[in-house]
């Protein structure tokens, strides 16, 4: 199971300004997923989100990017791209994973990644956070993106502003 072996998180991410960007497409799973995430997020003690939809997984990057650049904390980007029969669902992937992964190394703007990549609507549905799903990779993601947050400032404070 791929959630095999993965570390609890618990953050404190009060005063944190958090964006979140969603895709549209597999409504009942983006569903899922953005609850994990809003549920998350509020059980952290995050109160300054800004939600922004967009239409599928190939244009999370562009919407990050964007708000990465706006006075946020964090950026958690949630979709979801099912594999079929032609090659399309490699470059969907490999254009979202790269994407987001640049967004984070030049910005220095933490991005939860909750795009989930299978091979089956069952698996992304077990992956949703809805009830009866094994995982929560939208609440996952937003853990992932605090915890990020508070290390580097551990280590690097923000710039004053």
């Known amino acids: 199971m791929s959630g095999d072996g993965s570390p609890e998180i618990s953050v404190d991410g009060s005063g944190l300004r958090v964006a979140v960007v969603a895709a549209r497409w597999h409504h009942e799973v983006m569903e899922g997923l953005l609850e994990g ?12 989100v800004v939600e922004v939809r ?3 997984a ?15 904390d964090a950026v958690v980007a949630l979709g979801v791209v099912i594999r079929g029969g032609t090659p399309h669902f490699e470059y969907v992937c490999d254009a979202a ?3 987001l992964t ?11 990644f909750g795009v989930l990549t ?11 956070g809805l009830r009866g799903s094994r995982e929560d ?17 551990e280590v690097a404070p923000p710039p004053a502003s």
Do not use: N
């Open 58 to 72: 190939f244009e999370l990057p562009v919407a990050a990017a964007r708000l990465a650049r706006r006075d946020v």
């Open 118 to 128: 299978v091979d089956t609507e069952a698996q992304a549905l077990h992956r949703a």
């Open 54 to 56: 967009v239409p599928g």
């Open 102 to 112: 640049r967004v984070a190394v030049t910005t220095g703007v933490p991005v939860g």
């Open 37 to 48: 995430a809003r549920r998350a997020l509020r059980e952290s003690g995050v109160t300054d």
């Open 137 to 153: 990779k939208g609440a996952e993601a937003v853990l992932a993106a605090l915890e990020t947050v508070l290390a580097l400032r």
């Open 97 to 99: 994973t790269q994407g």
